[in-house]
């Protein structure tokens, strides 16, 4: 069954911190891979796509993820957290050809920051 | 113009009343979507529209019905709606084909049934 697993249903950082969002997800094949991110009272944003290429893919707002097939996850990064960071962040795939976008989303990592 | 624009922002209904929700694209886009979001969850799927017609219908209940004007209009029109009903409504487009998953989402529609 195709699926998305995010373990932390919440995570809260310092300002300044590292922070590293976890997303595992099941698929029969290699699946296009989204994280995106939604602020309170907001719809969601895209930060980053993956889709073929260097596993290592840069987005918005400072974030980074990283493709790891073996392990089936797409791990959301970023170096120093800031205050506006706090929202809802949902990792997401998508099947990897043409068809309408029938996303499968996970149940989303809330993140707070502290001061 | 990057921007799917969503009308109302909020609105309240009763049970028995009829509403329209209504969502707007610029950006050449031929899929649009219509996402149902309760609270500390992700979207639920309801409805595609791909070319201006339905291609998905995710066995929403017939009190909801969507309609795609041209490609750049799609109303979600609500009747008889029940108070489990109350969610933010996101509507959202995309490109058809390679990429599909790169949806572009308005800022929803906050409903409350009473």
């Known amino acids: 069954a195709q699926s998305v697993t995010q373990p932390d249903i919440h995570i809260t950082v310092s300002e300044g911190a590292s922070l590293e969002l976890r997303c595992n997800y099941s698929y029969g094949a290699t699946p296009y891979l989204f994280w995106y991110v939604q602020s309170p009272g907001q719809g969601l944003q895209l930060l980053l796509k993956?889709?073929?290429?260097?596993?290592l893919v840069q987005g918005i707002k400072g974030f980074e993820a990283e493709f790891k097939r073996s392990q089936s996850s797409f791990n959301l990064r970023k170096p120093s957290v800031h205050w506006s960071d706090a929202a809802e962040y949902f990792c997401?795939?998508?099947?990897?050809?043409?068809?309408?976008?029938?996303?499968?989303f996970g149940q989303g990592t809330e993140l707070s920051v502290k001061p | 113009d990057t921007e799917v624009t969503q009308t109302p922002k909020h609105l309240v209904m009763g049970m028995t009343n009829k509403k329209s929700l209504k969502c707007e694209q610029h950006?050449?886009?031929?899929?649009m979507y219509w996402y149902k979001q309760k609270a500390k969850k992700p979207p639920e799927l309801m409805f595609v529209y791909s070319y201006e017609k339905l291609s998905i219908n995710e066995s929403v209940p017939s009190r909801f019905s969507p309609e795609c004007p041209n490609s750049s209009l799609l109303n979600l029109h609500l009747h008889a709606l029940q108070p489990e009903d109350s969610a933010l409504y996101l509507c959202?487009?995309?490109?058809?084909?390679?990429?599909?998953?790169?949806?572009?989402f308005g800022e929803g529609s906050r409903l409350t049934v009473l």
């Open positions: 959202a487009s995309s490109q058809v084909g390679v990429g599909t998953g790169e949806l572009f």
């Open positions: 950006m050449g886009h031929r899929a």
């Open positions: 997401a795939v998508g099947p990897p050809y043409n068809q309408g976008g029938k996303l499968i």
């Open positions: 993956y889709f073929s290429g260097d596993t």
